[in-house]
């Protein structure tokens, strides 16, 4: 495109402005020297970290391009301080969080940010962007900023301009803002790579968005916050500006019975008040929030049962609870929906993309940013940019503390093999996490396997995925060659998520832990065995477990013992195995009429 616009004469320099992981994906060095040969002179990426962007910048240097950092009002001052220090043509500052477009109104707050910004920039310029449309605005802002940044209005002129008259309508519009007439310069300049801010400004445009309000649907696509992912968490702090990280991850970006000389262990965490694991989570987070003076709660759910422990906490310390869940999963566990609602919290439904785990993190991500001075984000898995997966990470690891303990209180020893289902990694993260200084316990997780990982319908991400940048953290995810994320498949809602944490992806890379993947016929094997053999219903995300560990059994000696971790009991999922039962029952030899 870039190209193309060169070779018809455009002489004024040009920036490229996105998300990093489609950068990943294409290689940075290949896209900094393709982009320069094409004509561009620099980037805006928005969800690098300080230290990426850091050394973005000095490969944006090598090839004669500009990195322009992003500042939003949440933006620590330590964080803001590092930003203003790299920036080499001019700083592009936000005028608000959330998602971008022209609101009518200009934040109150904005002469005390760019006061702030100011502070640190020294003699870069700034320019601010969200929200500018009328010439009132831009007159507004002259007094504060060195230049204004207008995307989404002039996207709605040209959207609105009649054919053939979109260039007058272009001109007219800036025109009328500026208060100078635009001239053309037919005569021809050379090209340069040095970005100045009045070349600069008006190509970062932004994207179009629409609200979220109780249900988001395809044709009502909300452009992603520009900050909703790393700005939105550095408040406080010289640690906010540094993510932690686990090795090149992280950052703010079974048909047969177990032989009898094989000891198999539960970890019950299916017996927690409200059925499953998540609630160590949504206690310690809403505490948390408490402690920050946050009186709203919001998160995501897959399964359900993150939205049920969290709408229960909620419900004891007495505070606004939204749980935002997939269309998808809300049909396949209108139980669960049914529970949130029964605890006073409200559920939103998304109706977008996949309408299911990955859309609902997506929705809860731009409705936090836009409060986040009375909301708190429980974010039910260990994904989503630093600290939530250490956060997380931290809360969950009673379980392979506590299994630690009793394991040693019944056999004297350590097990040799845990077994744990992956998602998001919630469960399994809490439950490694203790033995990952002890070699001698095999890790084993097991993802979702959907269909098989030969079609495209499965969610085994560790697996099968291939790194890159997913809400925020860098992580393994499923996505095409051109980085678009991919849509997934799995029987289980709680598992059905195209990323992971982490810190899982650090383990799989220094080969700690093992991940495998059972299909939707093979997790179905694994509920109808614990069922009828221990008098126990998993949760189908358990289940997957469950056929792991005994696809393993079969491979361990005699005396060596096995702790499976039962992430959740399987009263919301008895509808969803009847319902699929039909198709896959006769494979498995399953013939469960009623």
Known sequence: MVRTARSRGLRIPVLLMGYYNPLLQYKEDKMLRDAREAGVNGFIMVDLPPEEAIRFRDLCRKEGLSYVPLIAPATSDSRMKLLCKIADSFIYVVSRMGVT??????????????ARVHSYSGNIPTALGFGISTREHFLKVQEISEGAVIGSQIITVLGE??????????????TSITGRKVERNTEPEPLTREVGLTEALAHAQEPTNAQVDEVVANDKKSGASLVDQLEALNVTGDQAAMPARFGEFGGQYVPESLMDNLLELEAREDLNHTGSHKINNALGQVLLARRLGKTRIIAETGAGQHGVATATVCAKFGMECVIYMGAEDVRRQALNVFRIKLLGAKVVAVEAGSRTLRDAVNEALRAWVVHLDTTHYVIGSAIGPHPFPTIVR??????????????????????????????????AVGMFYPFTKDPSVRLLGVEAGGDGTDTARHSATLSHGSKGVLHGVRTYILQNEDGQIADTHSISAGLDYPGVGPELSSWKDQSRAQFIAATDAQALQGFRLITELEG??????????????????????KGENIVLNLSGRGDKDVQSVADALPEIGPKIGWDLRF
């Open 101 to 114: 477009g022209a609101t009518g109104k200009l934040s109150k707050g904005l002469p005390e940010l760019l």
């Open 161 to 174: 301009a009649p054919a053939g008259q979109r260039v007058q309508k272009i001109e007219e519009y800036c």
């Open 394 to 427: 931290t809360l969950q690891s009673v379980i392979g503390e506590e299994t630690k303990e009793q394991m040693q209180k019944l056999t004297g020893r350590l097990p040799d093999a845990v077994v744990a289902c992956v998602g998001g990694g919630s469960n």
């Open 536 to 557: 126990i219903i998993p949760a189908l995300e358990s289940s997957h477990a469950v056929f792991g560990a005994v696809e393993l059994a079969k491979t361990m000696k």
